[in-house]
């Protein structure tokens, strides 16, 4: 079951919860799951579960190299590892381990990085993944997903438990606004489309899900039709659904809250430069590092922003003339 | 104490070392002065020390190597090779294309390689992994992880250590291969690591140290180790790099090292009088 319920409105459920809670489901529904985390327990409300089930979840410390290698070796005994951490040391600080005891070994690990990008905030640049997607993209049979709202989350999270490869899911873990319905099941490698447009399509993931949305609205306002199409799974990219839609619109725009070099843009347009060049505008963050300050702030900060994305759909419809 | 066949394990040690010969030989060079090091505790290990099956080398409850050192691959495929995991005609297949025996290890490409190292640390935490593994599925199986001293510069082999002595993993047994030399020279010339014994006591770990050339050493050292505990075990090898092949031995700068027809035939002369005074 899929429904698409999209509002405006902020989910109840923070996305932290939803880990803390469908970790210990997932466990608990099969004996090989077994969760790793490096000192951050308390950040995804695991903690207790954890205490409880010492054979269930290990603890690693503050050693994310570790960690991984440690999983990647369960993974080698037929275990289902989940490892959490921040984005950035689950991604740059531990990628020789994540690309070589996980990809290359063909030991299956599925990676969650929370925070990433400005969702960092208030932990600032140090905190602040910009490119993790970009690193995960470039691991052979990796699967990369920037979850759009906690209902997704939980979808897909069941589904990369018995998924070959590393699996990267990157999320906030504060609140998303709804997307889909609880319960939905959100197809990993399906772009869903939430809104019908003719004169452009905004391709988007994670938290700029919910700004395309607003942008769209925003731009029907103005007699602009733009579809919206969440591209939640960046790698295995449905490649089928972004060259339909450019073909039915010829302009498309990616957001994503990520740096423009590697990340869902580089994804998007290597496809269409090969299957259906058309006039493509990016909103992403333009090759800088991160900063703290709240989300909202950041967003603006880095042109993350519905505002931007309208205006980058109307310069990419000028180009389209 | 098991009766220890001395002369057996050092017949075999011997034997490892020409198989190790011959596929460094077949592509005229290769990571020789590391593989000769080990090849007396990869006797020990697959001689008398681990449940293995060469006919089953996936059974899940056998026991482990995690050859850290990736590029002592040469010594590990040889060692396979005497044991009948994998032709012996197939060493001198050695990292030519398509082989399934790469310069590093790799445990989809060989039987009986159990895990896939080169990237140096990084096997000393799947090794951690593995025998937790074993240890959450209840098997007796254990874990032997040879790891290099110059492997040791890397910061993940301590988190690693660190990990297995906080989990109590005491079906993980190290084998820190000190034979004081890596690519660029003398380890104490590059970065020196200091007192192993020390580092090991001082990280959790129960450690002796042994000549680790000497087969009945190994053989009573690694026979302690299976008394269980709480702790995981470190032995210590005092070798030397290029052990077994004098001139190799002699040469500083054996990290890799040629070995054409001329060393070839010498070389192996050599170690079949040492199995001639062996085996009669």
Same mark, same amino acid.
């Given at each position: ?14 996305? !932290? ?7 210990? !489901? ?163 490698? !399906? ?131 | ?90 060493? !001198? ?188």
């Amino acid at each position: 079951m899929m429904k698409i319920e999209y509002t405006g409105a902020m989910d109840p459920r923070l996305c !932290k919860a939803v880990l803390g809670e469908t970790i210990p !489901k997932l466990a608990e529904a099969d004996p090989d799951v077994i969760y790793l985390d490096a000192d951050l327990m308390n950040c995804i409300g695991t903690a207790k579960w954890a205490a409880a089930h010492p054979d269930r979840a290990i603890n690693c410390g503050i050693a994310e190299a570790n960690m991984v290698g440690v999983a990647c070796g369960l993974a080698s005994a037929g275990f289902k590892p989940i490892v959490h951490t921040f984005g950035p040391f689950a991604s740059r600080r531990c990628y020789d381990q994540l690309f070589l005891s996980g990809g290359y070994a063909r030991n299956s690990i599925t990676v969650i990085g929370t925070d990433p990008g400005v969702t960092a905030t208030m932990n600032g640049g140090t905190h602040m993944p910009f490119e993790d997607v970009a690193l995960y993209r470039a691991i052979p049979g990796s699967t990369v997903i920037d979850a759009t709202d906690p209902n997704m989350l939980e979808s897909v999270l069941r589904q990369c438990v018995d998924r070959p490869g590393v699996k990267y899911i990157r999320v906030g873990r504060k609140q998303y606004a709804t997307v889909y319905a609880p319960g939905s099941e959100t197809p990993i490698g !399906k772009a869903v489309t939430l809104r019908e447009g003719s004169d452009a399509v905004i391709f988007a993931a994670g938290i700029m899900v919910h700004e395309a949305m607003q942008a769209a609205q925003a731009l029907e306002a103005e007699g602009i039709s733009a579809a919206v199409v969440d591209l939640f799974t960046i790698k295995p990219l449905d490649a089928e659904a972004v060259v339909s839609w450019a073909q039915k619109t010829g302009a498309v725009v990616v957001a994503e809250n990520h740096n423009r070099n590697g990340g869902l843009y580089d994804a998007v347009t290597q496809v269409l430069s090969e299957e259906c060049p058309v006039p493509c505008r990016c909103v992403a963050v333009e090759d800088e590092f991160g900063e703290v300050g709240p989300q909202g702030y950041l967003q603006k900060r880095f042109g993350l922003t519905a505002e931007h994305i309208a205006q980058q759909t109307c310069a990419v419809l000028e180009r389209k003339k | 104490m098991d009766e220890i066949n001395v002369k057996k394990l050092r017949s075999f040690a011997v034997r490892i070392r020409m198989g190790t010969l011959e596929a460094i030989h077949s592509l005229g060079s290769g990571h020789l002065g590391g593989s000769l090091s080990i090849a007396d505790v990869l006797a020990v290990l697959y001689g008398r020390e681990m449940k293995v099956d060469p006919k089953n080398p996936g059974w899940p409850e056998r026991d482990k190597l995690v050859c850290s050192k990736g590029h002592a691959g040469p010594a590990v495929y040889s060692t396979l090779a005497n044991l009948g995991f994998i032709p012996y005609e197939e060493l !001198k297949t050695l990292n030519r294309p398509g082989t399934r025996l790469p310069s590093h290890c790799d445990r989809n490409k060989t039987p009986g390689v159990d895990m896939t190292t080169g990237s140096l640390g990084q096997g000393t935490s799947l090794a951690a992994g593995m025998a937790l593994g074993d240890r959450l599925r209840g098997y007796s199986s254990r874990t032997f992880l040879i790891v290099g001293d110059g492997e040791s510069n890397e910061g993940q082999v301590w988190e690693a250590f660190s990990f297995a002595a906080a989990k109590k993993l005491s079906n993980l047994v190290v084998l820190l291969d000190w034979n004081k030399r890596q690519l660029d020279g003398y380890t104490d010339d590059v970065l020196p690591m200091g007192d192993y014994v020390a580092k090991f006591n001082a990280f959790g770990f129960d450690t002796v140290k042994v000549d680790g050339n000497n087969v009945e050493e190994l053989a009573k050292a690694l026979e302690r180790t299976r008394q269980g505990g709480d702790k995981p075990y470190a032995i210590i090898l005092d070798t030397v790099k290029g052990a077994g092949i004098p001139e190799v031995a002699e040469t500083v700068m054996n990290h890799s090292y040629t070995v054409d027809d001329d060393r070839f035939r010498r070389y192996m002369a050599g170690l079949e009088a040492q199995l001639q005074e062996l085996e009669g």
